[in-house]
């Protein structure tokens, strides 16, 4: 029996697949190559955006096909898209198998493993986190849920009601599951969770502690984490963040506008200038951080003026990179029902502006590193013959010559130039 999965959406969704196949495995279950030569084909989908679940429509649409020309093939639907839309997903693709939810995964592998038919799993009782797996592509890096779901009320999201109140991962059993990892050759560990930095409050401890029992892990040499809510990065924690070497300096800090009303609006719990003053801290504590941002544009009652906020703060603060998306009725949200939508013309200029302003600041950022030397983690083959692709802790990728031996090791490299968003660099 083969199992064929597909991933849609964020960084917490590969893993939860991740550790999905590894259980699959372990049970006797091969990997397909492809949907074609599979018996069970299970897609983990995303409801952050409408583009997701069409995406996941259209998929939906060609294994039917499939599955005409194999009645046996079975087909699951898991995560927040299968969270979300529960039962409605049969009513618009009959030829599915099976749709569970974000929670319980145990009892989702046990329905997939007997082959059951139309059953539906979308009951939030109780969060279960399963062991964490290698990554498949890079051996040497893996992630580690330590926190799922979100307490935060933002009117244009969905992952409230698609991943339920937070729920905290006990610290030791992360520890130790990181030391696990370590010894079967990771070097570098992701902390995810939806707002990664609120965890511990639960169940009485901190991001902090977690990261600094972490630090102590002999063998692990680099920690990440995704994604912060600014309101839960206090001073307090970048302070020890400033302590630790082994956690990397780059912080995904997700602003989401730059306009005060329509933060308000958002339920996002600062403002233009607390968002500021976070990161003159960050910057004065860590002078050398690497700072990424999420920014919404076009979200119902924007104008020019609020607008014009975003862009004064972009210039302001000067992201390593943002990932910039025009506002997108999410049904179900707060948002969705707001009076005052935006003509799809208006958010399309907006947009436009903002990404070639980014652009700008982020060539800006990494021309200053040509010149500069880093230790970066090597990750791939490049597109070229002798080319290697390797990751600074500062989250930028770098491009150099070298064998394909050095896949999985660190390594010191100079930047000579750029080739569009990627540093070109010799070996030392």
Known sequence: MKVFIETYGCQMNISDSFEVKRILLEKGVEEANNEEEADIIIINTCSVRNTAEERVFGRLGYLKGLKNRNPNLKIYLMGCMAQNLGKELFEKAPHIDGVFGTYNRSRMIENILDLRSYVIDTRMDKYEFLPSSIDYQYPFKASITVIHGCNHSCTYCIVPKTRGKEVSRPLKEIVEEARRLVDE???????????????????????????????????????????????????????RI????????????????????????????????????????????????????????????????????????????????????????????????????IPEETKTERIQKLISLQHNISKKSNQRDIGKEFEILVEEKGKYQNQLLGRTE??????????????????KVKVNSLSGNTLIGSML
């Open 185 to 239: 050759g990771v070097v570098e560990i992701l902390l995810l969770g939806q707002n990664v930095n609120s965890y511990g409050r639960d169940i009485g401890t901190s991001f902090k502690e977690l990261l600094t029992e972490l630090n102590k892990i002999e063998g692990l040499r680099r920690i990440r984490f995704l994604t912060s809510h600014p309101i839960n990065f206090k001073e307090d924690l970048i302070d």
């Open 242 to 341: 400033s302590e630790l070497e082994k956690v990397c300096k780059y912080f995904h800090l997700p602003v989401q506008s730059g306009s005060d009303r329509i933060l308000k609006l958002m339920k996002r719990g600062y403002t233009y200038e607390k968002y500021v003053k976070m990161i003159e801290y960050l910057r004065k504590r860590i002078p050398d951080a690497s700072i990424s941002t999420d920014i919404i544009v076009g979200f119902p009652t924007e104008t020019e003026e609020d607008f014009e906020m975003t862009l004064k703060l972009v210039k302001e603060v000067e992201f390593d990179f943002a990932y910039m998306f025009i506002f997108n009725p999410k049904k179900g949200t707060p948002a969705a029902e707001m009076e005052g939508q």
């Open 394 to 411: 500062y989250n930028k990728i770098v491009a150099f010559e070298g064998d394909e031996r050095l896949i999985g090791k660190f390594v």
